[in-house]
């Protein structure tokens, strides 16, 4: 009997044993199935996650960021133990004492299922489980991927501490609003660090990661409410809340930036606008726009924030005095409907959802507003962030030949800003969005360094960078160019060149280019050439120094990479960007030296090493101490020359008789010297003025999109020069400016800026002007240059001091044309073979 006994308890023991084995070695064999070509575990320990990419001023203030994952990574050191306890509490209790999968909870999972029928299938995933799936595999629910989760969860054990295992969990996590990471989400549901969340605030994010599209904090609040109060209980019951703390942290209210109760982080940036946008576009390019969203660059600007204002203000405030001069309302383009009017609530939602621009700052802040009553004297419109309903008076409207009946309907989606005089509100005006538009930039002469940049008028309404994207005729101010060539071919500024018309055969007819007065004046000195804006002068001096330079020239500048060698480009009808003129201008500046214009200082990368730097110069002392205190160290340029510094000068003093007494003197008066150029194309489809202080270069253009004439008083020097004047009342108050700087190697003799005579050093008049002259060069006197084109023998000429103005006339179909009074073109004959 007991034999029989004890062989049964042997035969039950083997069987036992058997199936142990039989069960071991299938999972083994699972195991070593599924364990062949899973993903490398240990590339997690040199794992960078996508991080977002920061903008700052030059005085250290975030400016904009970019990323396509939200986040910000924080090593586990600087993570507080309250938020990685919220975290554990709500996802996996045991996480500091199991080896990398939870046993327990998963037979526990597995018999949930099973009781409720597949009902109730739960995760049983720990949290270094979670990090496998989320970093190496899928994320579906298949039995293989869990099998593989539980494999590579334990080889990472071995690999990594548990710290560096929930540092990767805590900076990967996907926790809603496009926050991915706890840093990230603080900032986004509380605008707070990690060590300022209260402990229901760090069991609110960690509530998120089971479905953060099912715990809105505004959609599904009470749900999002029980979630948390769940994670605080776990905290208590693990130890790491007393009950006192958590009963109290239970009581909070849910708070968070989505339901009000914070400012967002959003709210203490800028606007995006034209800047920071070609900031990102140009690294995209550099660094690869993989790198750029996802790389955690830290990006320092050359922007300078109050000056870049001021340039918004000033393109801003020309380009809407010119729309308003037209007279014509367009608005915005978008209506609500009918049925959202009658309710505020309805209609303060539908206004919120219209894109339109809301990052207007011109004489304030211009709202969006939709009309929601239409009278004869006043116009109601209710608008986005002001209480009630508000009024427009009839006479806001008094530029719009209509009235509010005739030109506006009931829905109208409008903008409006808040009129005040001495601080006190007057009434609501109406605002439109310009269709004209244009670009305006300013930069160091020196270093290249943009201060400003506006685009266009509204970034929100236009992304289009008319600054540096833009292609665009710069018509006479490309004509520094011409003269910069002549000036160093041997030609001075009181070199004569005749100012006689012109006749030249083209496989596109005959062409016979004019001055803007329509008035031809005969032998002229180069200097008023250039001040007067000769086009017939500028014609003949390209001749004569033969367009091959001229482009030469032009490309050594970076104005055009491959310039057209035609006539017609001398006055600067092939298309360039105002970016590059106005670059191309600082080299005139400063004497002649290469600028490279930038947008950045410094790019560091997410380890704070610098991987670019625009200023390469050369601090020779700066490590010296015993430098005196009214000395600066010295600063060694790298720079590249591209021009005969005494031919920089003498342009640049040739420039400054433009501003002085030339097409731009009735636009700039400041209180340093400045040198600058007009331009304006046919037609006036785009304007232009470009000019420079001794130290900041700045241009304006204003144009059409689709190109087309501006009107009969559109001039760079009307529409480009208040802007440049605007800004730079403001920029010379801030960097000052000076004589420009004389180089060596010249003399200065004194000649009649009309005739070209030369003058004895006493001489004084309005007539006088002192020309720079290359020491070693005896200048020529009275030789007049034709550039091959001869002058015809009956020409009625411009006198000396007469005043240069176009007479309009009315043509046989009724049109307006600009001629001059007694010009003819007398007996010519065509030179060269062009």
């Not at 409008?414 to 007057?426: S, W």
């Not at 790019?603 to 390469?616: A, I, L, M, S, W």
């Amino acid at each position: 009997m007991i034999r029989a006994i004890l062989s049964l308890f042997g035969t039950v023991f083997s069987l036992i044993t058997l199936v142990v084995v039989v069960i071991g070695l299938s999972i083994g064999a699972v195991l070593h199935i599924y364990g062949q070509d899973l993903p490398s575990h240990e590339s997690l320990a040199n794992y960078t996650p996508p991080t977002i990419s920061r903008i700052y001023s030059g005085e250290g203030r975030i400016i904009d960021e970019f990323a396509r994952e939200r986040r910000l990574f924080t090593p586990a050191e600087d993570i507080p133990d309250l938020v990685k306890q919220a975290f554990i509490s709500a996802e996996d209790k045991n996480f500091y004492t199991h080896g990398g999968y939870d046993a327990v909870g998963i037979a526990s999972a597995i018999v949930d299922a099973v009781k409720s029928r597949g009902r109730n299938v739960r995760g049983a995933s720990t949290i270094t489980q979670q990090v496998m799936k989320n970093f190496l595999l899928s994320g579906d629910r298949q039995m293989e991927r869990k099998i593989k989760e539980i494999i590579l969860a334990t080889r990472i054990e071995e690999t990594l501490s548990k710290d560096d295992i929930l540092e990767l969990y805590l900076n990967e996590i996907f926790l809603g609003q496009n926050s991915y990471g706890v840093t990230a989400a603080a900032q986004t549901y509380f605008n707070k660090t990690l060590t300022d969340l209260a402990p229901h605030e760090a069991a609110t994010i960690a509530a998120m990661p089971k479905a953060p599209s099912d715990y809105h904090p505004v959609r599904e609040k009470e749900r999002l409410l029980e979630r948390r109060n769940f994670v605080l209980r776990e905290m208590w019951e693990n130890g790491y809340l007393t009950q006192a703390a958590y009963e109290e942290e239970r009581a909070a209210p849910l708070r968070s930036v989505q339901n009000g109760d914070f400012p967002p982080f959003s709210a203490e940036l800028p606007p995006r606008d034209y800047f920071t946008d070609e900031i990102r576009r140009q690294l995209s390019l550099d660094f690869g726009e993989g790198e750029f969203f996802s790389g955690g660059l830290s990006v320092r600007a050359t922007i300078d924030p109050e000056l870049q204002v001021h340039a918004a203000r000033a393109l801003r405030r020309q380009l809407e005095n010119y729309d308003r001069g037209q007279g014509r309302w367009r608005g915005t383009g978008e209506s609500l409907p009918a049925e959202a009017l009658g309710d505020e609530a309805a209609w303060r939602a539908a206004l919120a959802s219209v894109s339109v621009a809301r990052d207007v700052d011109l004489d304030g802040v211009w709202h969006p507003a939709v009309v929601l009553g239409i009278g004869d004297q006043a116009m109601q419109v209710g608008i986005e962030g002001v209480d009630g309903v508000q009024e427009v008076p009839r006479s806001d409207i008094k530029w719009l030949p209509g009235d509010f009946e005739a030109t506006f309907d009931l829905g109208d989606v409008v903008h409006v800003r808040a009129v005040t005089q001495e601080g006190t509100f007057v009434n609501w005006s109406l605002r439109q969005v310009p269709e004209v538009q244009g670009g305006f930039v300013a930069m160091d002469v020196n270093t290249g360094r943009v201060i400003s940049m506006q685009g266009g008028f509204s970034y929100q309404a236009s992304v289009f960078n008319r600054t540096t994207q833009a292609l665009r005729q710069p018509g006479s101010s490309f004509k520094p160019f011409v003269y910069a060539a002549a000036l160093d071919s041997g030609y001075s500024p009181a070199t004569i060149v005749i100012d006689a018309p012109i006749e030249i055969n083209t496989p596109q007819g005959l062409w016979r280019p004019r001055n803007s007065s329509n008035k031809f004046y005969g032998p002229t000195p180069l200097r008023t050439g250039i001040e007067q804006s000769r086009n017939l002068m500028t014609i003949r001096l390209a001749q004569e120094v033969g367009m091959d330079v001229v482009a030469d020239y032009a490309e050594r500048f970076g104005v055009y990479e491959n310039m057209g060698r035609f006539l017609a480009n001398s006055l600067g009808s092939e298309e360039t960007t105002l970016y590059n003129m106005v670059a191309a201008y600082a080299m005139f500046a400063n004497g002649g030296e290469r600028v490279r214009p930038t947008l950045v200082d410094r790019v560091q990368d997410r380890y704070g090493k610098t991987v670019y730097r625009h200023d390469q110069r050369d601090c020779v002392d700066c490590g010296d101490a015993g430098i005196p205190a009214d000395r600066g160290p010295r600063i060694v340029s790298d720079r590249e020359r591209v021009m005969n510094a005494v031919t920089a000068y003498q342009l640049t003093s040739m420039l400054k008789g433009v501003v002085d007494r030339g097409t731009a003197s009735g636009a700039i008066n400041l209180p340093v010297p400045v040198a600058g150029k007009t331009g304006t194309t046919n037609d006036a489809r785009d304007v232009w003025f470009v000019g420079f202080t001794s130290n900041i270069a700045a241009g304006c253009y204003i144009g059409h999109d689709q190109p087309r004439g501006l009107g009969r008083s559109a001039y760079g020097s009307s529409l480009c020069g208040p802007v440049f004047q605007d800004f730079m009342v403001e920029a010379v108050k801030k960097y000052g400016g000076g004589p420009f700087e004389v180089p060596p190697g010249g003399h200065f003799i004194k000649i009649d800026r009309f005739t070209g005579a030369r003058l004895p050093d006493t001489a004084e008049g309005d007539n006088v002007v002192a020309e720079y002259f290359r020491d070693g060069e005896e200048p020529v006197f009275g030789v007049a240059y034709d550039g091959g084109f001869a002058m015809g023998n009956d020409l009625e000429l411009f006198s000396a001091g007469e005043r240069e103005q176009v007479q309009e006339v009315t043509t046989s179909t009724g049109e307006k044309a600009r001629v001059g009074g007694k010009a003819s073109f007398g007996s010519m004959s065509s030179g060269g073979l062009y």
